[in-house]
């Protein structure tokens, strides 16, 4: 119980970016407890105390207060997964989730995840210009996914729970996933993985 007490996330529901670092926490069996940190909570005094740029989500562990969903997957790869698998140490193995860790914060950010946000919460961002980020994206990531199970290596890494999310919500925000086969059969894997849960959907609207 002292465990799952020290160890806090605070996020929300629905966020892509929260379900990155509850899925992986899950998956490492780390006992925590969820905050519910709405936008309400977000805007005051006393969270940017802990997030100062008001952020989620944001992990507690001990004494430590880690802001950045990449980071702390990073930080839990590093401290936690001692069969090294979620984040390779060789040059080249942490090369490539370092390169889709930057892709989930870049274009996965910009292009599905903002279509989302814009459509299902009325949130700044304009989900054409959204889906024009997406498109070119996700042809790279079939073209990637038609030779690789996985995005950084022959196993899951921590590069495909950071993509995950908005790009297998991504019909949620108006992008849909039928022109990419790849795409679909790696969300069908990697929600297959022992213990994954995934996040729950929101109503798809319809795509232009």
């Not at 490492?28 to 940190?37: C, E, F, N, S, Y």
């Not at 977000?42 to 008001?54: G, N, Y």
């Not at 989500?57 to 001990?62: E, M, W």
């Not at 949620?172 to 996040?199: D, H, K, T």
Request: proline content about 9%; some cysteine; overall charge negative.
């Amino acid at each position: 119980m002292a465990d799952q007490v020290s160890r806090v996330l605070y996020t929300t529901k629905f966020s892509g970016h929260g379900h990155r670092v509850e899925q992986f926490m899950n998956l490492l069996g780390l006992a925590h407890r969820i905050v519910d940190t709405p936008a309400e909570m977000r805007r005051t005094p006393e969270f940017a105390a802990i997030s100062p740029l008001r952020q989620i989500p944001v992990l507690k562990d001990g004494d430590l207060t880690l802001a950045d969903s990449n980071a702390i997957l990073v930080y839990l790869a590093k401290k936690y997964d001692l069969s090294g698998t979620w984040l390779p140490e060789t040059p080249v193995g942490a090369a490539q989730v370092q390169r889709f860790l930057s892709l989930a914060a870049g274009e996965v950010a910009y292009g599905p995840a903002t279509a989302r946000r814009a459509l299902q919460w009325n949130l700044p961002g304009d989900p054409v210009q959204a889906a024009a980020i997406a498109q070119p994206l996700l042809q790279f990531l079939d073209r990637h996914l038609s030779a690789n199970d996985f995005l950084a290596a022959a196993h899951p890494t921590i590069a495909d729970l950071a993509c995950y999310p908005y790009v297998a919500h991504a019909p949620e925000g108006a992008i849909s996933l039928q022109p990419f086969p790849s795409v679909r059969a790696w969300i069908a894997r990697v929600e297959s993985i022992p213990g994954f849960c995934c996040m729950e959907p929101l109503p798809v609207p319809e795509l232009a």
